[in-house]
């Protein structure tokens, strides 16, 4: 059982600030109030991202700045908790007027399912998260030492399973939330509790000190795994028997994050431990979630992740205390085949007569561009649709559940504003992903969504020359190591190491069934076309057929395969 003692001697400072926080309050609200300062005090800061938001600073002026002594330009990263990534017309409307009011006239979709708004600035946050709250979203919990938003495949259109599994993710979120009233006190303006001091149980599940770190939770529907399960602290795989969903394979200990030259930090794949009946999802999911939240570490939050704790434990040690938890064993996990953990891109017919259209949004930025003004088509296009939008954990959008009657009027508007369903992009760039990197994120240590789209245009380059520019070939980037689109279990990973400076990873399973391997070291724009380009020439003159990209380079000797995350450095 938790106990809400102080933090252990050597605990990590974070441990002290949730300890010290009542409950996620701490001095929030007061910090808000500040007119001195664009930004909040250190300790809020960490304690605001239980509340979904992030101080930022724009690192594009940051020297200037500093040169005349000025303050950072302090803004904030608010993003959306949104469980499968489902949202209406009319939450996108008032997302996309929020994004033109406060957020610099840009939104994100990010690699896990959800919205982010950017550049908020101090004294707008608060009505930004209240015109959230009058749409029926919020911000809880997408960040922080909490469970953060669960993914599920977001295709309403091959069964009612797909139904059902979002149905499970909107029940994992909800269950797994802080109970603390600190959210609606601070940014809605409920009164505070009696006394400031909360009930005694006010977090039943989390204590007052949540959990050591992050914790994520992701639901594959076979043959996608476009939510990359086994990146995931915790993976549920559907099991369906004749278009019945019969249970769901557990897999634990999956996360992408580590430091560049820390062999003790590592990515790692999720691991099966058997299969639960579906109505025990939740049940499960508390099991792994106290598991963690009582024995990860809370010392080293660099190693304070689920996937350390099973390793340094052993995997048997983890499931037995999870059975122990639940009351019963597990079942025997149930095969599955993966086929991919791309989008299916384009229209496509579902069930119940309607239809569904994947657009494909590089590396998930939504804004006015002189030639292409997404920002403006997307709300047009949100005006007239009736039915909703859902995003793909690959930072694209599908505009879901469209009547056969709506379908000419939604595909003229794309057509006007020459919204892309994939098919016209080569291989690799639709099946590629960035990061956001800068100038908004404070651990970028190169550019990623900034430098990906003239990467691109050098690699479709080489690719039309090998005549493969309609294979697809998963590569995603990020501009440091701690992996925000999955770039380790790409078949061509990137990560930054420097400004302009990339550490090459090769050999990922196109299905995200393995990770990648370091390959080459530092290398600038011109050093990673020039040695991807006599790769790309051998696997088209030798692979066997239907090989992937990511098979084929482990095949011919470029890099040895990764079998495990403890392997991944050697
Ligand atoms: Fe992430 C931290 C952006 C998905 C692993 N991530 C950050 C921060 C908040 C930077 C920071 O700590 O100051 C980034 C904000 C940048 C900005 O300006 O917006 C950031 N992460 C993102 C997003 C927006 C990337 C994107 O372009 O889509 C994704 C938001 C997801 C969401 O909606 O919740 C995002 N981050 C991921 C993923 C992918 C996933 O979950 O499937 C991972 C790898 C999986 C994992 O968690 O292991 C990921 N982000 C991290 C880590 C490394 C964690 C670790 O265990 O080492 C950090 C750093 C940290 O937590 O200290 C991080
Ligand atoms: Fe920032 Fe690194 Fe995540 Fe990219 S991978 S968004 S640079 S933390």
């Not at 300062?37 to 200037?64: C, N």
């Not at 969903?245 to 994050?257: E, Q």
């Not at 009736?386 to 690959?394: A, E, M, Q, S, V």
């Not at 908004?440 to 240590?445: E, F, N, P, V």
């Amino acid at each position: 059982m938790r106990e809400n003692n102080p933090p252990a001697p050597g605990s990590s400072e974070n441990e002290t600030i949730k300890d010290a926080s009542n409950y996620l309050r701490g001095g929030i609200a007061q910090g808000l109030r500040d007119a001195i300062t664009g930004g909040i005090a250190p300790p809020d800061q960490q304690l605001l991202k239980f509340h979904g938001m992030y101080q930022q600073d724009d690192r594009d002026v940051r020297l200037d700045r500093q040169r005349q002594k000025l303050e950072p330009l302090y803004s904030f990263m608010v993003r959306i908790r949104l469980p499968g990534g489902v949202c209406t017309p009319q939450q996108y409307l008032d997302i996309d007027r929020l994004a033109r009011d406060y957020g610099g006239d840009s939104l994100r979709l990010t690699t896990r399912q959800t919205f982010q708004l950017h550049t908020v600035p101090k004294p707008h946050l608060r009505e930004t998260v209240r015109a959230l709250h009058a749409t029926l979203l919020d911000t809880v919990a997408a960040c922080g030492d909490v469970n953060r938003n669960v993914m599920c495949n977001p295709n309403p259109f091959l069964s009612s399973l797909h139904g059902e599994v979002y149905t499970w993710a909107k029940r994992l979120s909800e269950h797994l939330l802080p109970r603390t009233r600190a959210y609606h006190e601070i940014w809605l303006g409920d009164e505070l509790v009696a006394g400031g001091e909360p009930p005694d149980g006010e977090e039943p599940m989390y204590g007052k000190h949540y959990l050591p770190r992050k914790f994520k939770i992701a639901i594959a529907v076979p043959p996608s795994n476009d939510v990359d399960v086994f990146a995931n602290d915790l993976g549920f795989i559907a099991i369906a028997d004749v278009g019945q969903l019969v249970g769901f394979d557990v897999t634990v200990g999956g996360g992408m994050g580590m430091s560049h030259g820390e062999k003790a930090t590592y990515p790692r794949l999720g691991d099966g431990i058997g299969l639960c009946q579906p109505e025990e999802a939740i049940a499960v999911a508390e099991a792994v979630l106290t598991t963690q939240r009582d024995f990860g570490d809370r010392k080293e939050r660099k190693h304070a992740r689920l996937k350390y704790t099973i390793d340094d434990r052993g995997l048997d040690w983890f499931r037995g205390e999870v059975e122990r938890r639940l009351g019963h064993a597990l079942a025997p996990a149930r095969p599955f085949a993966f086929a991919g953990n791309g989008d299916r891109y384009g229209w496509v017919k579902g069930v119940g007569d309607t239809w569904h259209c994947t657009l494909f949004i590089l590396s998930g930025r939504i804004r006015d561009q002189s030639e292409r003004p997404l920002l403006t088509a997307l709300r047009e296009l949100a005006h007239v649709h009736k039915g909703d939008f859902r995003l793909t954990p690959n930072q694209n959008l599908m505009i879901a559940n469209v009547s056969e009657g709506d379908k000419p009027h939604i595909d003229a508007l794309l057509e006007r504003y020459g919204l892309e369903d994939g098919h016209r992009q080569t291989g690799l760039r639709r099946n590629a992903l960035a990061c956001v990197a800068f100038p908004s994120c404070g651990q970028a240590m190169a550019e990623s969504e900034r430098y990906l789209p003239s990467l691109l245009d050098k690699l479709d380059a080489v690719l039309r020359a090998a005549g493969l520019e309609q294979d697809d070939i998963v590569m995603r980037i990020t501009g440091c190591p701690n992996g925000c689109a999955r770039p380790y279990l790409a078949e061509i990973g990137l990560v930054g190491k420097n400004l302009g400076k990339y550490n090459l990873y090769l050999g990922g399973g196109f299905t995200g069934e393995r990770l990648n391997k370091l390959y080459r070291e530092g290398l600038a724009d011109e050093e990673i076309v020039s040695t991807l380009t006599p790769l790309i020439h051998h696997y088209a003159r030798e692979r066997t057929t239907g090989e992937r990209f990511g098979d084929f380079v482990i095949r011919a000797g470029y890099v040895k395969a990764t079998q495990q995350g403890k392997d991944f450095h050697d």
